[in-house]
Nanobody, 121 residues
Framework: QVQLVESGGGLVRAGGSLRLSCAAS????????MGWYRQAPGKQRELVAV???????NYADSVKGRFNISRDNAKNTVFLQMNSLKPEDTAVYYC???????????????WGQGTQVTVSS
């Protein structure tokens, strides 16, 4: 069993900051990529940022220069530091990870339950 648990969402004013965390636990052999997606009301889920074990990162154009993704491999945790938040950043943010599962075998994709981020004007 593998589980991803997000935390750190909340309500902030425009220009403020939040730091999201996602911890993976369970039958983990290794994790390659970890990332964050978001889904705004009435919109499709979109990629925000991704990071692999070696440290390479990729960001959506809309968050470049404002968000930073990082990970603690020893704790199987990924973070998303969100700065200069805008109302259009309002969404449910979901953690995603590609994990080699000891129980199921092979590389599997997993999702967290999501954490709400609301940015007011």
């Amino acid at each position: 069993q593998v589980q991803l648990v997000e935390s750190g969402g909340g309500l902030v004013r425009a220009g403020g900051s939040l730091r999201l965390s996602c911890a993976a636990s369970g039958s983990i052999f290794s994790i390659n990529a970890m990332g964050w997606y978001r889904q705004a009301p009435g919109k499709q889920r979109e990629l925000v940022a991704v990071i692999i074990s070696g440290g390479s990162t990729n960001y959506a154009d809309s968050v470049k220069g404002r968000f930073n993704i990082s990970r603690d491999n020893a704790k199987n945790t990924v973070f998303l530091q969100m700065n200069s938040l805008k109302p259009e950043d309002t969404a449910v943010y979901y953690c995603n990870a590609g994990i080699y599962d000891l129980d199921r075998g092979g590389l599997r994709g997993y999702w967290g339950q999501g954490t709400q981020v609301t940015v007011s004007s």
